[in-house]
């Protein structure tokens, strides 16, 4: 009796922790809790369910390999435009202003990471059944993020849509401005907020990727981890 209810509790507290590791809040639970209400009533209807997520360590590695292109687009652009980095300009400055020039491109990730979420919650709401009311918000104290949750389903173009726009805002179109600004700052600005958008790129790289030709399609965010669900089945 006792080696069963051990079997039962070490079920219970696997149901509550993700791929990575990381225990499930209450927001969480309550996500999940309405995600498994649309998943049987989709595989009631002959929907067959694939997983598209990703760790955060493939994220981390994979996601930020997929950036460095755009990286590099913008950092030669940069370079060519004014003539070089600037960095040996911004080394004989004062220390001060090294020091300012530092807590700027640090301190601006605190509320450009807020944003991020928000251009994620803005895009796919133009896809969502009830817009930015489908839209949930919050913030993982494990890993100090905020993030954005979609409870609506979305199509295959509004879901890469919905998440390659902060990467490309916050990120590439910054990196553009820094290379008519000729401002280094910016530029440091422009590479962090690209390399944010890793989990974003790869997860979309792999939908794109996934062939949904000639099928009905459900497109469902997964409610705790990074990625989404693809729900199928012939038409």
């Not at 498994?36 to 760790?55: P, W």
């Not at 070089?84 to 004062?94: A, E, F, T, V, Y």
């Not at 530029?187 to 790129?201: E, F, N, R, Y």
Request: proline share 3%.
């Amino acid at each position: 009796m006792s080696e069963n209810k051990d079997v039962k509790d070490t079920e219970q507290e696997a149901a509550v922790v993700n791929k990575d590791g990381h225990k499930l809040t209450e927001a969480e639970k309550k996500r999940q809790a309405a995600f498994d209400l649309k998943e049987k009533e989709l595989l009631a209807k002959g929907y067959e369910r694939h997983d598209l997520t990703i760790t955060l360590l493939k994220a981390n590695i994979i996601g930020v390999l997929l950036t460095l292109p755009f990286i590099a687009a913008f950092t030669a652009a940069y370079y060519f435009w004014n003539g070089g980095m600037g960095i040996r300009s911004l080394l004989n400055d004062s220390p001060v202003m090294y020091f300012v020039s530092l807590v700027i491109v640090f301190v601006s990730m605190i509320p450009l990471a807020v944003i991020h979420e928000f251009i994620h919650g803005s895009s796919w709401a133009l896809g969502a059944e009830n817009g930015t009311k489908d839209m949930e918000y919050g913030f993982q104290k494990e890993t100090l993020t905020p993030y954005c949750y979609c409870r609506s389903p979305l199509t295959k173009p509004m879901y890469i849509f919905g998440s390659l726009m902060p990467m490309m805002t916050l990120g590439v179109l910054v990196g553009i401005i820094s290379v008519f600004a000729g401002n280094l700052v910016i530029w440091a600005i422009a590479v962090l907020q690209t390399m944010g958008g890793a989990g974003d790129i790869l997860v979309s790289a792999m939908l794109i990727c996934y062939k949904t030709k000639g099928k009905d399609v459900v497109l469902l965010d997964h409610p705790n981890e990074c990625g989404l669900v693809i729900f199928e089945k012939e038409k």
